[in-house]
């Protein structure tokens, strides 16, 4: 079959190219830029630990707590660890990791200044025009717009982008200095409507990026300003701490204006053409994170597209890529009806709290931590419960878990049938198969690998494993929370839990393999949108 065709090469467009190289299955990237990576100290990603684990090594810091202040004083603090941390780093370090690992990629191919003009498709493929030379064409087997919120893709396939504009408004500067508090971030807020708010969050090698809030419609800020709001933050900052000297040196990186919008594209495929990150959905207001979004539609979708380029015409292709606007906007589309109630609430409730579905009475700088650290309605991962993908099978009594059904996984520390250990996030995505399958099995970690797959369920449940259609890792964990022992823990690739199992049963295995693929006999009916 033709490749992939992906328009776009920021981080979304890349890291959905290196997920399938992963998949084995190859991609032309369209960058319609010069191929160099602009560097904005000041332009910066949270990743939640989740999405973090799909990248390469990419640099950047993860916090050891969260600080939340009003009027000066503390009011909660967040101890986070690797498991909850988010990842902080310049776009810019991201899009040159993922650039520099796709380099080492054979099955993916970077064209830069290819500017699409027009875009065709029939039953077996898809066919984009370039600007440049004498109007080349390029075909694909399937094509994906990751061209940004201005998507010449999703102009072209006529999907309308409904929603709101200045939606929140933030000065932002990236400097160099020493702050009161070593590796945590920092939230604060003076009361009332109309007080202050300003955000520290630190970065790689003694960087600090600062937000202060905006009116959502405002004048220009000039750098005047811009620069006394740096002094008097810092001044401040140090004097409540008991530094009544002059403010620390700092240098100046970058600066500029960021502004949240809330759109939400009414299609996200088309025929063989998709929409994902900025193209599909722009989110941002009260700590929402765009690039993270973005990465999960391209974790969710690449395997999709994978099974589907492998396996050609199948009975379940076409439930399989309709799940991903089912699964990923209606996810996108909540967080943004989360950020819509909360923001009343925040910005002009004072002390009032809100309630949201799943997040229980909540304060505004309840509120603010939940969407900065990825918890609650508000930031965290998504779950697919209503999918067409979901499991239907046979078992009737699935053994309880603390991960409910299309929820995403714990990252518990597991160990491959060659004795290797690592972590559970570290083999999805392709590394170790499109599925995997974890058995809990308390007491394998004092054991060699080689005694323990000849003993209980394992050689009944390698057997299962062996059998299905899809290619499958099998794996090992001490222990799953809320999990029994020799429960079987089914996974897709992008991390969401498919079911649990009461042991080794093979026909349950089937049907979830089945449901992955679209190919269950009762799915979960969702309607796709409208244009």
Not at 425 to 437: A, N, Q, S, T
Not at 469 to 476: A, F, I, K, S
């Amino acid at each position: 079959m033709d490749p992939v065709i992906i328009v776009g090469a920021g981080p979304v467009g890349l890291t959905l190219a290196l997920a399938l190289a992963r998949h084995s299955v190859p991609s032309i990237v369209l960058d319609a830029g010069d191929g160099r990576v602009e560097r904005r100290a000041a332009r910066t990603c949270v990743l939640r630990p989740d999405t973090a684990a799909l990248l390469p090594p990419v640099g950047g810091t993860r916090w050891r707590g969260w600080r939340a202040e009003r009027r000066r004083r503390l009011v909660d603090r967040v101890e986070l660890d690797d498991t909850t941390s988010p990842l902080h780093v310049e776009q810019h370090r991201l899009t040159g990791a993922l650039r520099a690992a796709l380099a080492r990629e054979r099955l993916v191919r970077l064209v830069p200044g290819s500017h699409v003009d027009e875009l065709e498709q029939d039953a077996d493929g898809v066919r984009v025009r370039m600007r440049e030379g004498n109007g080349a064409w390029c075909r694909g087997s399937y094509l994906v717009g990751c061209d940004g919120a201005r998507s010449t893709v999703r102009k072209l396939l006529g999907i309308r982008f409904t929603g709101r504009t200045a939606v929140e408004r933030h000065a932002v500067a990236a400097l160099r200095t020493r702050l009161p508090w070593d590796d945590e971030a920092l939230l604060h807020r003076e009361s009332g409507a109309d007080g202050t708010e300003v955000t520290a969050r630190p970065l790689a090698d003694g960087l600090w990026r600062l937000d202060w809030l905006l009116p959502p419609r405002g004048e220009l800020v000039t750098p005047d300003q811009l620069l006394a709001w740096v002094h008097d933050t810092l001044t401040d900052w140090h004097r409540v701490r008991g530094d009544d000297g002059a403010p620390p040196s700092y240098e100046l990186l970058d600066t500029g204006v960021h502004t949240s919008h809330q759109r939400l594209a009414r299609s996200w495929r088309s025929g063989r053409a998709f929409l994902a990150g900025d193209a599909a959905h722009l989110v941002g207001a009260l700590g929402a994170q765009s690039v993270d979004e973005g990465l999960r539609d391209a974790a969710n979708l690449s395997w999709k597209l994978a099974l589907a380029w492998h396996d050609g015409h199948t009975g379940g292709t076409e439930r399989l890529l309709d799940s991903y606007e089912a699964e990923r906007r209606r996810a996108v589309g909540s967080r943004l009806r989360a950020v819509d109630q909360a923001l009343p609430v925040v910005r002009r409730g004072g002390g009032v709290r809100t309630l949201l579905p799943g997040g229980g009475a909540r304060g505004p700088l309840a509120l603010l931590t939940d969407g900065h650290l990825g918890r609650g309605p508000l930031g965290a991962p998504p779950v697919y419960g209503r999918s067409p993908l979901a499991y239907g099978g046979p078992t009737a009594a699935v053994p309880p878990t603390g991960t409910p059904p299309g929820a995403a996984v714990h990252d518990v520390p597991v160990t491959a049938l060659d004795g290797t250990a690592g972590r559970l996030r570290d083999r999805l995505g392709g590394h170790g198969g499109e599925l995997v399958v974890v058995l809990v099995a308390p007491g394998t970690g004092v054991w060699d690998s080689r005694h323990w797959m000849s003993a209980g369920l394992m050689p009944e449940l390698a057997a299962a494993v062996e059998a299905l259609p899809l290619r499958t890792d099998l794996l090992v964990t001490e222990d799953y929370p809320g999990a029994a022992a020799h429960t079987v823990v089914v996974v897709r690739p992008d991390g969401h839990l498919v079911a649990t199992l009461p042991g080794a049963r093979t026909a349950d295995l089937r049907a979830c393999a089945d449901a992955v693929r679209g190919l269950a006999e009762h799915p979960v009916e969702v309607r796709r949108s409208r244009r």
